[in-house]
C-alpha cells in the first residue's frame, strides 16, 4: 500500500520536516488549521490506530507529545490539541496525529462535536457493552455519575 504519507516517509515527497528519525516522521500539515499544525507518522505504513504495532506505540506517541511541548516556546501558543482520526475523517489512510497549536480565543470552530445526552440506564448499557469488548477486568461497577 502506498500513499502521500508513505512517499514523505521515505522521503520521496518533500515536505516542511521537523523531526525525523528512522521509526517516526514529523512535518508541517499542507493546509494547517492553524499555522505550526503538526502531523507525526509511523515510517512503517500503518493504516490507523487500531493497527499501530506495540512497538511503534511509544515512538508515535513520545514524538507527538514532544511537539505538543515545543508549540508554546516555537509559537507563543498556550497549549495544543492532539488528534487521531480512525477511517472517518481521515483524509490520508495511513496513521497520522495531528498536533495543532491552540491559544484561547483562537476561533477554533472546525472541529463540529454536538453533545447528547444518555437516557435513563443508557449509559450503564454502553458501558457494558465496552467493557465486554475489553474482557473485563476494568475495575469497579463502572458507574458514570452526571448530573
Ligand atoms: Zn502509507
Redesign the pocket.
Known amino acids: 500500500?502506498?500513499?502521500v504519507?508513505?512517499q514523505v516517509?521515505t522521503g520521496e515527497l518533500i515536505v516542511p520536516e521537523i523531526y525525523r528519525d528512522p521509526l517516526v516522521v514529523a512535518f508541517l500539515d499542507h493546509r494547517p488549521v492553524f499555522r505550526g499544525h503538526v502531523l507525526v507518522i509511523p515510517v512503517r505504513?500503518?493504516d490507523t490506530i487500531v493497527d499501530l504495532p506495540a512497538e511503534l506505540m511509544e515512538p508515535l506517541f513520545s514524538t507527538a507529545q514532544r511537539v505538543a511541548a515545543a508549540m508554546p516556546t516555537a509559537l507563543g501558543a498556550q497549549g495544543s490539541f492532539v488528534a487521531v482520526n480512525n477511517v472517518v475523517s481521515q483524509s490520508?489512510?495511513?496513521l497520522h496525529v495531528h498536533v495543532v497549536p491552540r491559544s484561547k480565543g483562537d476561533g477554533l470552530r472546525g472541529f463540529f462535536w454536538p453533545r447528547t445526552k444518555y437516557a435513563d440506564g443508557e449509559a450503564e448499557s454502553y458501558a457494558a457493552r465496552l467493557r465486554e469488548a475489553l474482557g473485563g477486568n476494568t475495575g469497579a461497577a463502572g458507574r458514570l455519575e452526571h448530573p
Open positions: 500500500m502506498t500513499d504519507f508513505c516517509a505504513h500503518v490520508v489512510p495511513h
